[in-house]
């Protein structure tokens, strides 16, 4: 049932009226997670979700992503847990498989297999479907969160003049084939719709300034099958990759194991390369993969779904944190406000650490401010742009190296490139170095690791060999070009 400001005001439990309701636009991971962190600040906590809701580990509309291979990466995970202490298990107990990166991960980059072997780092791997159905389980089970599905939101309500900032949104509800507008109070309202966000609009409609972006044309295309497990699969792995190589390539391969006992084979490629959704393509486009690995693991294996397929044009950065003027009572995030390219899989954890920020923010600024929330959406936004910048360099960076990706390219990303593709053929047969690169690339450490004194001499010497072995190569009549 639709909660009206009557019986918001009904359930009051804390004395400041600007922590009396929060609204969260979706029921995606970074919509869940921002619900289960407003739980602990505000009365009520209702999240509003266009799909009708699974009763189960589904994939739905809403996320088509879901159909594909996603990584939850270790700082997520560190953060979801202690959000949701009893997920872990639970998951477990539903068929996700804690996997090794440095040990079960078997990944070709950058013309080399990375080393393998016993590490401290551990990932549970499992369909994102599942994942999500257990994180909404939980958050759902919260005293004080509603979660209404068959409900859109088409417009933020703002007073009379920009002081009054954001105070409702307009809704329309489906039920029974009858569709309903409704208008709800609210004290914050959390946009996580996705990509697919209104919010600029909105706000153009309430005469704020324009929302300023940066676009980097990537245009990726994915195919996914799940297939049985082999009962003679390989032991040395449970999951591998094979990046493009050499670097006129474009195409990616996944395998990742998820519950059931299956893979989760996912084949991408960008700037238009994309895999087809017929079978024989499907592996025909596996096998010509920088190597044939993942073909060879499936040829024979028997597929247990149909061939999903996923685009994904730009990643897309809506710079919130630069508008001259940010209402009060309205903050943006996850993919509403950042969408990475989904190919390096760091959206979940992304949106996780985006969670953790929130939660940062609100005690900073109740603590400074006698508890109202005046002025809180500026500082969000400021802080989520920090959140964002490591991630969105490492995915841009990567999607530059091929020149015909659009977008405004960064100072000096051709030595950043070069360096990260040194760093990682050291990854071949240095296991510190690989250590920190699987560190780095799980968030648990900062880029800069990559620049300890262990890493930063010997991809220097790669670097002068590799040009002494140019130059040696090169013929007499080079020289004198």
């Known amino acids: 049932m639709l909660l009206s400001t009557i019986e918001i005001k009904q359930n009051r439990s804390l004395k400041c009226s600007d922590r009396q309701h929060a609204l969260v636009i979706g029921a995606s ?71 090794s990166p440095t040990e079960d991960f078997r990944w070709f980059h950058f013309g080399n297999w990375k ?56 809704m329309r509800r489906r039920r029974d084939n009858v569709q309903n507008e409704e208008y709800l109070h609210t004290n914050l309202v959390v946009d996580a719709s996705g990509r697919g966000s209104q919010t600029p609009s909105w706000l153009a409609a309430l005469d704020y300034p324009p929302v300023e972006e940066t676009l980097v044309k990537i245009d990726v295309g994915y195919a996914t099958r799940i297939y049985q497990r082999p009962n003679n699969a390989p032991r040395d792995w449970k999951a591998m990759g094979i990046y493009p190589w050499p670097l006129e390539m474009k195409r990616t391969g996944y395998i990742f194991p998820i519950e059931r006992n299956a893979w989760m084979v996912t084949l991408s490629g960008c700037l238009r390369d994309h895999p087809p959704a017929d079978e024989a393509g499907f592996l025909e486009f596996a096998r010509k993969l920088g190597r044939p690995d993942v073909y060879e693991a499936i040829k024979d294996a028997e597929p247990l779904s149909p061939i999903a397929i996923h685009k994904f044009p730009a990643n897309r950065r809506r710079h919130y944190e630069r508008l001259s003027h940010l209402p009060d009572g309205l903050v943006v995030l996850g993919d509403a406000a950042c969408s990475f390219n ?10 996780a650490l985006e969670a953790s920020t929130l939660r940062a923010c609100l005690d900073r600024h109740l603590s400074s401010h006698a508890g109202n929330m005046v002025g809180f959406p500026h500082r969000f936004q400021k802080a989520l742009a920090s959140v964002v910048e490591a991630p969105w360099l490492f995915a841009t960076s990567e999607d530059f190296r091929y020149p015909a990706t659009e977008g405004k390219r960064p100072f000096g990303i051709r030595l950043l490139q070069g360096y990260t593709q040194r760093v990682c053929r050291l990854t071949a047969t240095n296991p510190f170095v690989t250590q920190s690169f699987y560190e780095v690339l799980n968030m648990l450490k900062p880029p800069t690791a990559l620049f300890h004194p262990r890493i930063l001499l010997p991809a220097l010497l790669a670097r002068q060999r590799d040009s002494v072995a140019a130059t040696s190569s090169q013929s007499p009549a080079s020289h004198l070009v």
């Open 29 to 99: 991971m970074a919509g869940l997670l921002a619900a289960r962190i407003l739980s602990d600040y505000f009365e009520l906590v209702t999240v509003v979700e266009r799909d009708q809701l699974p009763t189960n580990a589904e994939a739905r509309k809403g996320v088509p992503q879901g159909r594909h291979v996603h990584l939850l990466m270790c700082r997520g995970a560190d953060i979801i847990w202690e959000l949701f202490p009893d997920l872990s298990a639970a998951l477990e107990e539903d068929g996700a498989l804690l996997i």
């Open 115 to 170: 080393l393998q072997f016993p590490g401290p780092l551990r990932v549970h791997s499992q369909s994102r479907p599942l994942l999500e159905y257990h994180v909404r389980r939980c958050v759902a089970a919260r005293p004080n969160v509603r979660i209404l599905d068959n409900c859109e939101v088409l417009g933020l309500i703002g007073g009379a003049d920009h002081r009054s900032g954001i105070t409702g949104v307009c």
């Open 342 to 351: 989904p190919v390096y899989g760091q959206g979940v954890t992304v949106a």
